[in-house]
């Protein structure tokens, strides 16, 4: 059963700092892998979307990597805001399904 | 980018009656639709899977007799909780794949369901 991690559980970073949030899965055979912002109390919105095919993915401040082999994916978030602030969730699809980590939640502080 | 709505955005009912969720896609075809449940602070967990037509694949530990699935649209899914407890209280969210995309699920907004 495909197990998503999410390293770490908390951040809090002063406005304007770059960040990392980690995204590790056990079963690398995956189709995509999404990350995605989620504001309390509020469904989720779509940032990037890797497939398995490709390496990385880039919006605006925003750069996601994929390491299928090592079961790896980063996101990248260059000069932080307070509006970033949120919860941070990666999931990986395989076959029919998509399962979630727990996320990483987000304080930007101004 | 595809929109994903669903109905109502929150609810509060008594413990024992019956509360149904609506999840449409509203400017595409979703062959797939997807039902997770998320508790405060946790992740969000796959309930269950439904295809257009189909009878819903439930994961391992969801009661197929309580989470009643039903998807007899390609642009409409509905759960409905039966016999609801307090401990379903939860942010219930659906997602819908397009046909035959890359796989792209796009979500809903959710709903709170509050059983008192």
Redesign the interface.
């Known amino acids: 059963k495909q197990e998503v991690t999410q390293i770490p559980a908390a951040l809090s970073v002063p406005e304007g700092e770059n960040l990392v949030l980690n995204c590790s899965f056990t079963d690398s055979a995956i189709?995509?892998l999404?990350w995605?912002r989620q504001d309390p109390?509020?469904?989720?919105t779509?940032l990037l979307?890797i497939?398995s095919s490709q390496r990385e993915q880039t919006s605006g401040r925003l750069n996601a990597s994929l390491d299928k082999s090592s079961g790896r994916s980063t996101l990248y978030i260059a000069a932080s805001q307070p509006g970033d602030s949120a919860t941070y969730?990666c999931?990986v699809?395989k076959n029919?399904?998509?399962?979630?980590?727990?996320?990483t939640r987000l304080t930007v502080k101004p | 980018?595809a929109v994903v709505s669903?109905h109502p955005s929150r609810v509060i009912c008594k413990s024992g009656t019956s509360v149904k969720i609506e999840c449409r896609s509203l400017d595409f075809q979703a062959t797939?639709m997807?039902w997770?449940r998320q508790f405060p602070k946790?992740?969000?967990?796959?309930m269950a899977?439904s295809n257009e037509g189909s009878k819903a694949t439930y994961e391992q530990g969801v009661e197929k007799d309580k989470f009643l699935i039903n998807h007899a649209s390609l642009t409409l899914s509905t759960l409905t909780v039966t016999s609801a407890h307090p401990e379903d209280s939860s942010?219930y969210?659906c997602?819908a794949r397009w046909r035959g995309t890359?796989?792209?699920?796009?979500?809903?907004?959710?709903t709170?369901l509050t059983v008192l």
């Open positions: 189709y995509n999404q995605f109390g509020k469904g989720l779509s979307l497939q969730l999931a699809r029919n399904d998509m399962r979630f980590g727990a996320g | 980018g669903q797939t997807f997770y946790q992740s969000l967990m796959l899977t942010f969210i997602s890359s796989g792209e699920q796009f979500f809903g907004p959710g709170r």
